[in-house]
């Protein structure tokens, strides 16, 4: 292990007043990230209501928001449904997170405490519960941990937001990579890669790892556009509707 590594600076922020309009928002963000609301399913003002307890009024301004942002778009019979990418945007924007994601690898190798990288073991070893569970969508919560572990251990705030906002927008590949058992497998065998190499203080070999598993996660996807047989799929333990 390269230098003595330093431990985590600590967060702190202002507590901010939160209105049912902005949890319902997250909420339905966060379903979707997690894959328990698919691409192309239906959201109506009038299932928020009932689901989250609100009144039209929050509900209307969520669902507004979640235009807004570019979440939802205008399906059949004028019905509001969760978007989906197309895959130049998809390539684009990977184009984009694999030179970002290289150069916070530089950073993330040379800055990662030894707390962090003990963080990373115990997230894997959770990752590897939810994945024997085949519980997608605890994988891709746990998942989402271990990156965000990652990328903030960059010491770039700036940096970090950018990684996290293109993964979150790249929602639909993790959803095809993670439901293929084999590809979430080996997804446990590459972070304990990645997890060496930063223990180690192999910055090259971390590079090459956490850049070998994004380019993976877009392949998978790209395949599924073809069909394919499939023997075999991890799904959601929830399928409710926003």
Do not use: C
């Amino acid at each position: 292990m390269k230098g003595s590594r330093r431990s985590a600076p600590a967060a702190a922020g202002r507590r901010v007043a939160v209105t049912s309009a902005d949890r319902v928002f997250s909420q339905i963000v966060s379903d979707i990230h997690a894959g328990v609301i698919r691409p192309r399913d239906a959201i109506s003002e009038r299932d928020v209501v009932r689901r989250f307890g609100v009144s039209r009024t929050p509900a209307r301004e969520a669902i507004k928001r979640l235009f807004e942002r570019g979440v939802l778009q205008v399906g059949s019979r004028r019905m509001a449904t969760v978007k989906e990418i197309s895959e130049k945007d998809l390539r684009d924007l990977y184009d984009l997170r694999l030179r970002l994601e290289a150069e916070a690898a530089n950073l993330t190798a040379k800055y990662a405490t030894v707390s962090e990288i003990a963080e990373l073991r115990s997230i894997n070893r959770e990752f590897a519960r939810a994945f024997r569970a085949r519980d997608l969508a605890r994988m891709l919560h746990v998942r989402a941990q271990f990156h965000s572990v990652l990328v903030h251990a960059t010491r770039n705030a700036w940096l970090a937001k950018m990684l996290i906002m293109l993964r979150d927008e790249a929602y639909v590949v993790r959803h095809a990579h993670w439901e293929d058992p084999s590809r979430a497998r080996d997804a446990i065998k590459m972070h304990q890669e990645m997890i060496d190499a930063l223990a180690s203080g192999d910055t090259a070999r971390y590079r090459q790892v956490t850049l070998r598993q994004i380019r993976d996660g877009l392949s998978t996807y790209l395949s599924r556009l073809r069909p394919a047989q499939r023997t075999e799929s991890i799904r959601p333990a929830s399928s409710k509707k926003g």
